[in-house]
C-alpha cells in the first residue's frame, strides 16, 4: 500500500502491462517539461564538479575576509 501513494490511494501500476521493445526501460522516469522544453536538455553532466570549484572558491573568500577583520 506505502509503495502506490499510502493508504486511501488505489493505483495499478500500469508500467507492468507495457509492451516495449527493450525491458530496461519499463521503468524509466517519464520526462519532466518546464516551459515547453525537456528538463533533460538542461542536464550539465559536471554540476557537482563546477559547485565544488564555487564552494571552495567561496571558503576562501570567507577565509580571507576573516584575516582582514
Do not use: C, H, S
Request: charge should be negative; hydrophobic fraction near 35%.
Amino acid at each position: 500500500m506505502e509503495e502506490y501513494g499510502g493508504a486511501g490511494k488505489f493505483v495499478i501500476p500500469e508500467e507492468e502491462f507495457y509492451m516495449l521493445e527493450n525491458e530496461d526501460w519499463r521503468y524509466d522516469k517519464w520526462p519532466e517539461f518546464f516551459q515547453g522544453k525537456n528538463v533533460a536538455d538542461f542536464y550539465d553532466p559536471e554540476i557537482e564538479q563546477k559547485l565544488n570549484a564555487l564552494e571552495e572558491e567561496e571558503a576562501q573568500i570567507i577565509a580571507t575576509e576573516a584575516d582582514n577583520d
